[in-house]
Structure formats: structure tokens, C-alpha cells
């Protein structure tokens, strides 16, 4: 089974350390992790820090971030490769070559200007997490208070969801508020995504989505890359089982449909990654699956699902 994982934060990792060799790094994702154990796209995310936005403006944190990963794509050219749509993944694989797929991790670098939007579209970027756990141009992150977890998008943020229709990018909701999530779900005419989270009746975490949500996201064509991060899998928890995984894909099966679920690990972005040690552990998980899912479910769920959903957001 080939993997398609739409979530990680190692480009943060190794633009922190320029020092780092991509290949065989430290990290929970490497260019030899992903080669040994069966990946066919890693998507990138571009996440913009807190604590380095003490020190930097947000743009520039991501033209910095930019260049970095330019330079580690040349670097690896020989094992890796951006991709821009799903006929370039497929060309890569031909080649026997890893495709990369940069993303952005929190919309605040907008700042309300829309031409950022084509700017980073320009980059290669094909995704955007609309924002993170603040308040940005487009809207709220998601609360524990109810009130605020109502909040929908602000006006901006529509004309963004409208516009990364328009230029076939990929919507993304994780880490924002619920009434933002149904405003995407009302204004966005494709599919769209929760990258990195999980089912809320299964794990109380204010970043995972209720069933309806889910259901709304299957019924949009759109999925959910299950995270791996302890804390979204099971309340009080910090280690993360590979049971546990398995236990919300099968609840987000049921309700949102086969054809709405991957993975989004968050590697390199959580704190403890428990029994999956690093991008590895997917073997394991992968076999776990197989005691709940067909052949053809672990397919879909392994990679046919992301690249369905690339065909109809990006086209080609």
C-alpha cells in the first residue's frame, strides 16, 4: 500500500536547523523514512510559529521557510520532487521518485490581502490550513467555549474560500472554529479538508469534529487525515497506540463513509509519537487495519481517497 500522508511539520523542524541532512535527519519524517517504507506524497506544511513570529512577520516567515525548502528539494532532486498536481505524482512514481506537496499551516499570513493568496499559489502551494489556534483575517480557531466555537468566518474569509476555489487549492479546517467549518462547508463549491484531526465522540478535544461535522465533510466529497497526536486519539493521554488510530478510522468510516477518511500524522509536530515511533510505524498501523479493513479500504484509505479529492479540488 502506497501512503499519501497529508500532514507533517519536519520543513518547520529543518528550517529551525539549516544544519540538518534531510536524507537521514533526526526526525520523525526523513526522505530515507519515506523511501523505506512506502510513501508516495508527503504533504509539506509551511506552519508559522508563535515564537518565531515574536521576531519575524508571518510573510516573511514563510518566503524564509520558502527558500528552505527549495534548497532541500534541489538537494534531493535525485529522491524527491514538488508536485503541483496529481499527474505529477504519478509521473514521480513512474520514476520511482517521492512527491512533495508544500502546504501552509495558518492563514494569518494573509493579513487580509488576497494577492498573498496568489503569491503562495505561485510558490507551489496547493493547500492552506485557514488558521491556527488564533484569530487571524479569515477567522476564529476552535474553543472550548461553546460561544466562541460557534464563530463563523469573517467576510474575508469567504472571499478565500471562494478564491482557493477559484485557483483549485485545497481547503483546510483544522484548528478552526466549528461555525467556520460549516461556513466553508456553505460557500466552498469543492471538496474540502480536516487534515490533522480526529472524532470528537471518541476523544473530547475541541480540535476534533462532531459526527455531523463528519458526515457534512463526507457528504462535500471532502475527508479527514486521522492525527496521530495522543491528546486527539483519547482523552488524558499523551502516547498515541496504534489501536487507538484504528479506532477512530473506524468510527470516522461509519460516519463519514470509506471515501472520506486518510491520514494527516502531524509527525514532527507532536510531542510523543508512542507506538509509532516515526513515519515506520505506518507498516505497523497499516497491518493493524488489515484485522478491520478490506484490501481495497486500506487502498482507498492509504492514498486513493487524497488523490481522488486532488483530482477534484486541483484538477489533472
Not at 510573510?59 to 524564509?64: A, F, P, R, T
Not at 462535500?220 to 477512530?248: C, Q, R, S, T, Y
Not at 510531542?271 to 479500504?297: C, P, Q, S, W
Request: some cysteine; hydrophobic content about 40%; glycine content about 8%.
Amino acid at each position: 500500500m502506497r501512503i499519501i500522508d497529508m500532514h507533517c511539520d519536519t520543513l518547520l523542524e529543518a528550517w529551525r536547523r539549516p544544519e540538518l541532512n534531510f536524507y537521514d535527519g533526526d526526525l520523525s519524517i526523513n526522505l530515507k523514512l519515506l523511501k523505506e517504507n512506502d510513501c508516495l506524497a508527503q504533504f509539506f506544511a509551511m506552519y508559522i510559529s508563535r515564537s518565531e513570529m515574536e521576531t519575524m512577520d508571518s510573510y516573511e516567515i514563510i518566503k524564509s521557510m520558502y527558500a528552505r525548502y527549495k534548497a532541500i528539494m534541489e538537494a534531493n532532486k535525485a529522491h524527491i520532487r514538488p508536485v503541483y498536481c496529481v499527474s505529477d505524482i504519478l509521473k514521480n512514481q513512474e520514476e520511482d521518485v517521492l512527491s512533495s506537496l508544500l502546504t501552509i499551516e495558518d492563514g494569518v499570513f494573509l493579513d487580509g490581502k488576497m494577492e498573498r493568496l496568489h503569491e503562495v499559489y505561485d510558490m507551489g502551494v496547493r493547500l492552506v490550513t485557514l488558521l491556527w489556534n488564533y484569530e487571524n483575517s479569515v477567522g476564529y480557531p476552535s474553543s472550548d467555549t461553546q460561544e466562541e466555537h460557534l464563530r463563523g468566518l469573517k467576510p474575508f474569509g469567504i472571499e478565500v474560500v471562494e478564491e482557493m476555489n477559484r485557483l483549485g487549492m485545497i481547503i483546510d479546517t483544522s484548528h478552526l472554529s466549528e461555525g467556520g467549518f460549516y461556513d466553508v462547508a456553505k460557500y466552498s463549491k469543492k471538496p474540502f479538508v480536516a487534515s490533522h484531526s480526529c472524532a470528537r465522540a471518541l476523544c473530547g478535544h475541541r480540535r476534533n469534529l462532531t459526527d455531523d461535522q463528519l458526515k457534512t465533510l463526507g457528504n462535500a466529497g471532502g475527508m479527514v487525515g486521522v492525527n496521530f497526536n495522543g491528546p486527539f486519539l483519547k482523552d488524558d493521554e499523551e502516547a498515541p497506540k496504534i489501536d487507538w488510530v484504528v479506532e477512530h478510522l473506524l468510527y470516522m468510516k461509519d460516519k463519514a463513509g470509506i471515501e472520506a477518511i486518510g491520514f494527516g500524522s502531524d509527525f514532527d509536530g507532536i510531542e510523543d509519537n508512542g507506538e509509532l515511533v516515526n513515519y515506520a510505524g505506518f507498516g505497523r498501523l497499516i497491518g493493524a487495519m488489515g484485522k478491520h479493513f478490506t484490501d481495497d479500504e486500506i487502498d482507498l484509505i492509504c492514498c486513493g481517497n487524497a488523490l481522488r479529492l486532488l483530482k477534484d479540488v486541483i484538477g489533472r
